[in-house]
């Protein structure tokens, strides 16, 4: 184990904030796109179309 | 033109889709390098302060922080100017992502203050530590945060992103107060150091370390694009099932009219 000397508390304390950060936004994004990825298979199954969809025909 | 190639959200979905796993990928093995070096620095380097070890988040951050409302506000232009369609999916999702970014930046380098500018004591108070640096990135975080509820606030899309692409531009006066509230008035308002790595006589840190730096700065880096490009996607899914719920209601009204 490395000696981080008289201020340990501080350099742990950052590295474990940017961890809890990071952790927290790439949650945030992953169940965010499942979510959105959800819903938009709900619409679809509804037989919901955007009106790009239509144009062409899909 | 790849630049117009984008303009198009489906050809921009199939992109993030190729990109992503390779963009995560290489912040995984960016940062993996980084942690080896940080931890394989000769300690005599740091020479009893090893709050150093702090720079190697809190400087990166820093960057990509200030680097994020740039970014928004060429987003902001886009949306104003050249009307690009994805211009202001690309600001919005920024907003989250830099005001992470900027936290970080703010509290590593209030700890970092609190650790080697107050000498010592137990009071609450010492724990306030607000230089000229500090006060000037925790205004920075404020307008990240101002941006996500103004496009929160208001519920069409293209309003809202003419507002906050306003605010943004006003807002990037922030960035030069940021670069030299550190040379202004130097041990009056602010105890931060001076730039040590971009300057005329060259960086100012043991080999060693500003390679760690540099790796760690491309590992946040990559992690910002990745975060980025993921927060992208999710706004272009967010904005189809907008468009796909007004035609239902509208459908709906039609069949009851």
Redesign the interface.
């Known amino acids: 184990m490395m000696n981080l000397g008289p201020h340990a508390d501080f350099i742990v304390a950052s590295y474990a904030l940017t961890a809890f950060v990071v952790a927290a936004l790439i949650a945030w994004i992953v169940l965010d796109y499942s979510a959105q990825r959800r819903i938009l298979g709900d619409l679809e199954e509804r037989g919901v179309t955007r009106r790009s969809q239509r144009k062409s025909g899909a | 033109m790849p630049f117009l190639d984008f303009a198009n959200p489906s050809r921009f979905l199939a992109f993030a889709r190729r990109a992503l796993p390779w963009l995560s990928g290489a912040s995984l093995i960016a940062f993996a390098l980084a942690i080896y070096l940080a931890?394989a620095v000769p300690?005599a380097l740091?020479e009893?302060?090893?709050?150093i070890?702090?720079m190697f988040?809190?400087v990166p951050?820093a960057w990509l922080g200030m680097m994020g409302w740039a970014l928004m506000s060429v987003s902001a232009l886009g949306t104003l100017v050249w009307r690009h369609p994805l211009a202001d999916v690309a600001a919005k999702a920024t907003a989250?992502?830099g005001a992470?970014f900027t936290?970080?930046c703010f509290?590593?380098g209030w700890?970092?203050g609190?650790?080697?500018w107050a000498g010592g004591g137990n009071l609450p108070l010492e724990y306030m530590i607000l230089d000229a640096r500090l006060s000037s990135v925790l205004m920075l975080l404020i307008f990240y945060l101002v941006v996500i509820a103004l496009v929160r606030a208001i519920d069409e899309p293209s309003r809202a992103a003419r507002v906050a692409a306003i605010f943004t531009l006003v807002g990037v006066l922030i960035l030069p107060i940021i670069k030299f509230s550190v040379d202004w008035q130097q041990g009056k308002y602010t105890l931060h150091q001076r730039e040590s790595l971009i300057r005329a006589d060259g960086p100012q840190l043991d080999m060693p370390i500003l390679i760690t730096l540099l790796v760690a700065a491309l590992a946040f880096t990559l992690?910002f694009f990745t975060?980025h490009l993921?927060?992208m996607?999710?706004e272009i899914?967010?904005r189809?099932?907008r468009?796909?719920?007004l035609?239902?209601a509208r459908e709906l009204a039609e069949a009851s009219a």
């Open positions: 931890t300690f740091y009893q302060s090893q709050t070890l702090i988040i809190h951050a989250p992502v992470a936290f970080i509290t590593t700890l970092w609190r650790a080697s992690l975060l993921a927060a996607r999710n899914l967010r189809r099932v468009s796909m719920r035609m239902q």
